[in-house]
């Protein structure tokens, strides 16, 4: 299954308690919570690059599969990683104390990312 496409947020789940918890300043968070995201990811093989554009945001990381990488996260902070795909449709990764899943079924991608007993759960339909 091909992950390769261009999704729109349609739904979140703990967005504000999350990005805190993250350490994101409060007027990111106000500017960042009712802008619909577009992620566009395209898939060679085992290679991936993700471009995440929330309003004038854009946030690119490009990994491959089993292979350690950095990556940068929401706060701007680059981190090393790893993420793995389970089955064939769902990719795994740990940064730093948060583990992020991110699943297609369909035209839908469900991710969830988790940080000690916080959840945040995104909703992106394909475009």
């Known amino acids: 299954m091909s992950f390769t ?3 729109e947020l349609q739904s979140q789940e703990n967005f504000e308690p999350f990005m805190k ?3 994101l300043p409060d007027d990111q968070i106000q500017k960042g919570k ?4 577009i992620s566009e990811i395209v898939q060679n093989g ?3 690059k993700v471009t995440v554009t929330t309003g ?3 946030l690119t990381n490009e990994f491959t599969i089993g292979e350690e990488c950095e990556m940068e996260m929401l706060t701007g902070e680059k981190v090393k990683a790893i993420v793995q795909m389970e089955g064939d449709n769902r990719l795994v990764a740990n ?4 583990k992020s899943v991110t699943e297609l079924n ?4 469900t991710h969830i990312m988790t940080m000690g007993d ?3 759960k995104r909703i992106s339909k394909r475009i």
């Open 5 to 7: 496409g261009k999704y």
């Open 21 to 23: 918890a993250l350490g």
């Open 34 to 37: 009712d802008i619909k995201s």
């Open 46 to 48: 085992k290679k991936f």
């Open 56 to 58: 004038s945001k854009v």
């Open 95 to 98: 940064l730093k104390g948060l």
């Open 106 to 109: 369909g035209d839908i991608i």
């Open 118 to 120: 916080l959840t945040y």
